[in-house]
């Protein structure tokens, strides 16, 4: 068993910085893809970034250049600097990732989801 526990949301003014963090803990697993989603108010989940774990990153055009994902592998977590952000970066932010654990398999994990506001 595995889960994804999430930090780092918050309010903020527009051009401040965040930094989210998703932390994977649980028995003895694999950590494959990770990745990071939003979904705003009214509007459906959306690809924020994604990282496999043997590609290259990809980012939705909404964000190029302003927020970045990066993985450490020796903590098992993924982290997402947010930087310049504005009001349309509001919503709520989840952690994704691609696991195998022993005696489960493959699967498909999401973090809890946590909250970040950007104020005008």
């Known amino acids: 068993q595995v889960q994804l526990v999430e930090s780092g949301g918050g309010l903020v003014q527009a051009g401040g910085s965040l930094r989210l963090s998703c932390a994977a803990s649980?028995?003895?697993?694999?950590?494959?893809?990770m990745g990071w989603y939003r979904q705003a108010q009214g509007k459906q989940r959306e690809l924020v970034a994604a990282?496999?774990?043997?590609?290259?990153?990809n980012y939705a055009d909404s964000v190029k250049g302003r927020l970045t994902i990066s993985r450490d592998n020796a903590k098992n977590t993924v982290y997402l600097q947010m930087n310049n952000l504005n009001p349309a970066d509001t919503a709520v932010y989840y952690c994704?990732?691609?696991?195998?654990?022993?005696?489960?398999?493959?699967?498909?994990?999401w973090g809890q989801g946590t909250q970040v506001t950007v104020s005008a």
């Open positions: 649980g028995i003895m697993f694999t950590i494959n893809g």
């Open positions: 990282m496999p774990s043997g590609g290259r990153t």
């Open positions: 994704n990732a691609d696991i195998w654990a022993v005696r489960v398999g493959p699967a498909t994990y």
